[in-house]
C-alpha cells in the first residue's frame, strides 16, 4: 500500500525558517517523480514545486512565489522528501501535501497524497 | 502561467442528477488535464487523467471529456457521497495549475 507521511509543520515567525519532511512506503520511490502542494486556510489548491527522478538527475522546478526561498531534495535511500523553507512570510500559511507523481503517456499525474502538514507563519 | 476557470463555483444537486462541471484553460493543453475531488479535511482524490481516463477505483459514474481549453467533468448519478469540493489541474507547462475549484452541495 502507497504511503506518504508528512512531519515537520508547526508554528513559525515570519522571516523564519522550516524543513518539512515525507516519509515514502509501498512503491520504489527513486522511480517517482515526487510534489509538494500546499491549501491556504479555506483557499484551494496552488502546486509548490516537482523533484524529478533519478533518471532525470533530481532536476527541479519551483512555483513563482516560492522560488529562491524554498528548495526540494530527496533521498532516494531513505525513501524521504523534504522541503526547506526559508524566509518564511505570513502567506506561506498552509497546509503542505507531499504528492507522488505518476508517468502515464501524456504527463506525470498526482495518484497519491499525504495527509498533509499545517505550516502557520505568524508573529 | 495557464489560467483555468472553473464554472460553477458552488452547485447543489439532488441525489441522481447528471452534474456537469467546466474546466476552461487560458490557453490551449492538449489533454494534460486532470481533476480530483477534496473532501473538507482530507487530502485530494485523483479522479481523472489524462482529460478522460478514469483513475483505478474510481466508480464509473465519473467521467471526463474535452480537450485544448475546455473539459468537462461529469457525474451521471450524483451520490450522497459525492459531496466536496473539485479541482481541475492542467499539466501542460510549469507552473501546474490548478483551477479555483467548485463545491458540490447534496440538496
Known amino acids: 500500500e502507497v504511503q506518504l507521511v508528512e512531519s515537520g509543520g508547526g508554528l513559525v515567525q515570519p522571516g523564519g525558517s522550516l524543513r518539512l519532511s515525507c516519509g515514502a512506503s509501498g512503491f520504489t520511490f527513486s522511480d517517482h517523480y515526487m510534489d509538494w502542494v500546499r491549501q491556504a486556510p479555506g483557499k484551494g489548491l496552488e502546486w509548490v514545486g516537482r523533484?524529478?527522478?533519478?533518471?532525470?538527475?533530481?532536476?527541479?522546478e519551483y512555483a513563482a512565489s516560492v522560488k529562491g526561498r524554498f528548495t526540494i531534495s530527496r533521498d532516494d535511500s531513505k525513501n524521504s522528501l523534504c522541503l526547506q523553507m526559508n524566509s518564511l512570510k505570513t502567506e506561506d500559511t498552509a497546509v503542505y501535501y507531499c504528492?507522488?507523481?505518476?508517468?502515464?503517456?501524456?504527463?506525470?499525474?498526482?495518484?497519491?497524497w499525504g495527509q498533509g502538514t499545517l505550516v502557520t507563519v505568524s508573529s | 502561467d495557464i489560467q483555468l476557470t472553473q464554472s460553477p463555483s458552488f452547485l447543489s444537486a439532488s441525489v441522481g442528477d447528471r452534474v456537469t462541471i467546466t474546466c476552461r484553460a487560458s490557453?490551449?493543453?492538449?489533454?494534460?488535464l486532470a481533476w480530483f475531488q477534496q473532501k473538507p479535511g482530507k487530502a485530494p482524490k485523483l479522479l481523472i487523467y489524462?482529460?478522460?481516463t478514469l483513475q483505478s477505483g474510481v466508480p464509473s459514474r465519473f467521467s471526463g471529456s474535452g480537450s485544448g481549453t475546455e473539459f468537462t467533468l461529469t457525474i451521471s448519478s450524483l451520490q450522497t457521497e459525492d459531496f466536496g469540493t473539485y479541482y481541475c489541474q492542467q499539466l501542460k507547462s510549469y507552473p501546474l495549475t490548478f483551477g479555483g475549484g467548485t463545491k458540490v452541495e447534496i440538496k
Open positions: 490557453q490551449g493543453i492538449s489533454s494534460y
Open positions: 489524462t482529460a478522460s
Open positions: 504528492v507522488r507523481a505518476k508517468e502515464v503517456v501524456g504527463g506525470y499525474y498526482f495518484d497519491y
Open positions: 523533484s524529478r527522478s533519478k533518471a532525470k538527475s533530481f532536476t527541479t
